[in-house]
């Protein structure tokens, strides 16, 4: 189910679920076939279940939260370089500043 949702095979996928295949199914990262199916680009699949509109798998409500988490850790990521950055920064102006003297 998440190798044909993956790859954009809407037949196969199809199939898989006429044969009861779990359309709830997570891969190791936590992906489902809306955010596998998103991640690859693939249009069709997501159409398919929107379309659907399966109470248990919402592609609106994944992709809408799954935007929020690429939000958060982009932010995230974002503070933590410029944090470090900064620090780094403040490092090396310390290692190469002068001490003003005093005129006698």
């Not at 592609?59 to 410029?82: D, P």
């Amino acid at each position: 189910m998440l190798l044909a949702a993956s790859s954009g095979a809407l037949s196969t996928l199809q199939c898989l679920i006429e044969l009861g295949a779990n359309i709830l199914q997570c891969d190791q990262l936590g992906n489902n076939v809306i955010h596998l199916a998103a991640l690859r680009c693939h249009a069709n699949i997501l159409e398919f279940f929107s379309a659907w509109q399966q109470p248990q798998i919402n592609v609106w409500n994944v992709l809408v939260g799954q935007s929020r988490l690429l939000y958060i850790h982009a932010f995230v990521s974002h503070t933590l370089c410029t944090m470090s950055h900064c620090s780094a920064a403040k490092t090396q102006v310390s290692m190469f500043s002068v001490t003003p003297q005093k005129d006698m």
